[in-house]
Protein backbone atom coordinates (compact mmCIF):
# COMPACT_ATOMS: atom_id res chain seq x y z
CA UNK A 1 0.00 0.00 0.00
CA UNK A 2 1.09 3.25 -1.21
CA UNK A 3 0.75 6.62 -0.28
CA UNK A 4 -3.10 8.17 0.39
CA UNK A 5 -4.03 4.58 0.25
CA UNK A 6 -2.92 3.70 -3.67
CA UNK A 7 -2.15 0.18 -4.10
CA UNK A 8 -0.95 -0.17 -7.57
CA UNK A 9 -0.50 -4.10 -7.13
CA UNK A 10 -4.07 -4.22 -6.43
CA UNK A 11 -5.61 -2.31 -9.47
CA UNK A 12 -5.27 1.05 -8.27
CA UNK A 13 -4.19 3.72 -10.84
CA UNK A 14 -2.19 7.06 -9.86
CA UNK A 15 -2.00 9.40 -13.00
CA UNK A 16 -0.10 13.05 -12.97
CA UNK A 17 -1.39 15.25 -15.44
CA UNK A 18 0.63 18.35 -16.63
CA UNK A 19 1.69 20.64 -19.46
CA UNK A 20 4.93 20.13 -21.04
CA UNK A 21 5.66 23.99 -21.59
CA UNK A 22 7.25 25.96 -18.94
CA UNK A 23 9.07 22.63 -17.89
CA UNK A 24 12.38 21.86 -19.37
CA UNK A 25 14.05 18.20 -20.93
CA UNK A 26 15.69 17.70 -17.90
CA UNK A 27 12.61 17.53 -15.75
CA UNK A 28 10.83 16.04 -17.80
CA UNK A 29 12.86 13.32 -18.35
CA UNK A 30 13.23 12.95 -14.20
CA UNK A 31 9.28 12.82 -14.16
CA UNK A 32 9.17 10.00 -16.68
CA UNK A 33 12.06 8.40 -14.51
CA UNK A 34 10.37 8.61 -11.48
CA UNK A 35 6.98 7.61 -12.73
CA UNK A 36 8.22 4.58 -14.39
CA UNK A 37 9.98 3.05 -11.12
CA UNK A 38 6.60 4.54 -8.90
CA UNK A 39 4.01 3.06 -11.55
CA UNK A 40 2.61 6.12 -12.00
CA UNK A 41 0.87 7.21 -15.45
CA UNK A 42 1.93 10.37 -16.94
CA UNK A 43 -0.72 12.50 -18.99
CA UNK A 44 1.36 15.19 -20.81
CA UNK A 45 0.34 17.57 -23.03
CA UNK A 46 2.61 19.89 -25.36
CA UNK A 47 2.16 23.09 -25.19
CA UNK A 48 -0.72 23.09 -22.32
CA UNK A 49 -3.43 20.57 -21.18
CA UNK A 50 -6.44 22.29 -23.13
CA UNK A 51 -4.87 21.05 -25.97
CA UNK A 52 -6.13 17.62 -25.27
CA UNK A 53 -9.36 19.61 -25.00
CA UNK A 54 -8.94 20.91 -28.57
CA UNK A 55 -8.56 17.74 -30.17
CA UNK A 56 -11.85 17.18 -28.97
CA UNK A 57 -12.93 19.44 -32.22
CA UNK A 58 -10.06 19.70 -34.73
CA UNK A 59 -6.69 18.43 -35.51
CA UNK A 60 -4.23 20.54 -34.08
CA UNK A 61 -0.81 18.93 -36.04
CA UNK A 62 1.11 22.61 -36.32
CA UNK A 63 2.65 23.86 -33.05
CA UNK A 64 0.35 26.24 -31.78
CA UNK A 65 0.99 28.41 -28.33
CA UNK A 66 -1.41 28.21 -25.53
CA UNK A 67 -3.16 31.26 -25.99
CA UNK A 68 -4.26 30.06 -29.79
CA UNK A 69 -5.34 27.13 -28.15
CA UNK A 70 -7.41 29.02 -25.92
CA UNK A 71 -8.39 31.28 -28.48
CA UNK A 72 -9.15 28.20 -30.55
CA UNK A 73 -11.41 26.74 -27.73
CA UNK A 74 -13.73 29.38 -27.28
CA UNK A 75 -14.90 29.13 -31.07
CA UNK A 76 -16.13 25.49 -30.19
CA UNK A 77 -17.49 26.06 -26.63
CA UNK A 78 -19.67 28.49 -26.13
CA UNK A 79 -18.73 31.01 -22.71
CA UNK A 80 -15.45 29.06 -22.31
CA UNK A 81 -12.63 29.75 -19.50
CA UNK A 82 -9.41 28.01 -18.35
CA UNK A 83 -11.55 27.25 -15.03
CA UNK A 84 -14.89 25.82 -16.59
CA UNK A 85 -15.76 21.74 -16.29
CA UNK A 86 -16.74 20.31 -19.92
CA UNK A 87 -17.67 17.26 -19.39
CA UNK A 88 -20.97 16.51 -20.87
CA UNK A 89 -19.63 18.96 -23.97
CA UNK A 90 -16.42 16.81 -24.43
CA UNK A 91 -17.14 13.09 -23.53
CA UNK A 92 -19.47 12.39 -26.59
CA UNK A 93 -16.11 13.10 -28.93
CA UNK A 94 -13.65 11.45 -26.40
CA UNK A 95 -13.31 8.62 -28.92
CA UNK A 96 -12.52 11.42 -31.49
CA UNK A 97 -10.45 13.11 -29.62
CA UNK A 98 -8.07 9.76 -28.79
CA UNK A 99 -8.12 8.54 -32.12
CA UNK A 100 -6.69 12.45 -33.23
CA UNK A 101 -4.33 12.29 -30.40
CA UNK A 102 -2.63 9.26 -31.71
CA UNK A 103 -2.51 10.16 -34.89
CA UNK A 104 0.45 12.84 -33.75
CA UNK A 105 2.73 10.10 -32.23
CA UNK A 106 4.58 6.94 -32.92
CA UNK A 107 4.21 3.49 -31.07
CA UNK A 108 7.43 3.73 -30.81
CA UNK A 109 7.64 6.79 -28.68
CA UNK A 110 4.61 6.79 -27.24
CA UNK A 111 6.34 6.61 -23.56
CA UNK A 112 8.62 9.36 -24.67
CA UNK A 113 7.75 13.31 -23.88
CA UNK A 114 5.63 14.56 -26.49
CA UNK A 115 6.45 16.95 -29.07
CA UNK A 116 3.99 20.50 -29.49
CA UNK A 117 1.13 19.24 -30.53
CA UNK A 118 1.26 16.35 -28.37
CA UNK A 119 -0.30 14.72 -25.84
CA UNK A 120 -0.07 11.13 -23.73
CA UNK A 121 -3.64 11.88 -22.70
CA UNK A 122 -5.03 9.07 -24.89
CA UNK A 123 -2.70 6.64 -23.49
CA UNK A 124 -3.88 7.23 -19.86
CA UNK A 125 -7.54 7.46 -21.01
CA UNK A 126 -6.92 3.91 -22.61
CA UNK A 127 -5.42 2.65 -19.79
CA UNK A 128 -8.17 3.58 -17.51
CA UNK A 129 -11.02 1.89 -19.77
CA UNK A 130 -8.57 -1.44 -19.92
CA UNK A 131 -8.48 -0.96 -16.23
CA UNK A 132 -12.46 -1.14 -15.96
CA UNK A 133 -13.04 -3.52 -18.21
CA UNK A 134 -10.84 -5.72 -16.28
CA UNK A 135 -12.97 -4.25 -12.91
CA UNK A 136 -15.93 -4.96 -14.53
CA UNK A 137 -15.31 -8.45 -15.74
CA UNK A 138 -14.05 -9.64 -12.41
CA UNK A 139 -15.93 -11.24 -9.69
Known sequence: MGARGIDIGQGDMAICVFDIEGN?????SRAIKLARQSGVLLAMTDP?????FLVHF???MAS????EVHQSLKDHIDNYHKTGVYHDTLDPLRRCA??????TRSE???S????????TMNLVLSEIEQLVQHN????
Open 64 to 67: VPCA
Open 98 to 103: MTRAQG
Open 48 to 52: CFERW
Open 108 to 110: DNK
Open 112 to 119: SIPSNPGT
Open 136 to 139: SSSP
Open 58 to 60: QDV
Open 24 to 28: DASNL
